[in-house]
């Protein structure tokens, strides 16, 4: 079992910033690859950007230049710095991990960009 608790959404001015976490119940430098989803309403769930357990990262095309994937073993996190926010990045944001080929998720976090 992993918990996974994502936080650091909230209501910002499009221009501006936001940094979300990911905070997992476990050790997280063994797992390959770690990855930011978002749901927008109305909307289907899709990849905003991952990371793998060398650092390779990868991006939604929308985000690309915005978004930066992180991640720090030592805490056990995984972080997406999110700049130059639009409203069309208004969504839920969850991360995700697959162990032993089951998939975790987080309970979301909500990011709100106004105009």
């Known amino acids: 079992q992993v918990q996974l608790v994502e936080s650091g959404g909230g209501l910002v001015q499009a221009g501006r910033s936001l940094r979300l976490s990911c905070a997992a119940s476990?050790?997280?430098?063994?797992?390959?690859?770690m990855v930011w989803y978002r749901q927008a309403p109305g909307k289907e769930r899709e990849l905003v950007a991952l990371?793998?357990?060398?650092?390779?990262?990868n991006y939604a095309d929308s985000v690309k230049g915005r978004f930066t994937i992180s991640r720090d073993n030592a805490e056990n996190t995984v972080y997406l710095q999110m700049n130059s926010l639009k409203p069309e990045d208004t969504a839920v944001y969850y991360c995700?991990?697959?162990?032993?080929?089951?998939?975790?998720w987080g309970q979301g976090t909500l990011v709100t960009v106004s105009k």
């Open positions: 990371i793998t357990s060398g650092g390779s990262t």
């Open positions: 476990r050790s997280i430098s063994s797992i390959d690859v």
């Open positions: 995700n991990i697959n162990v032993l080929s089951r998939d975790y």
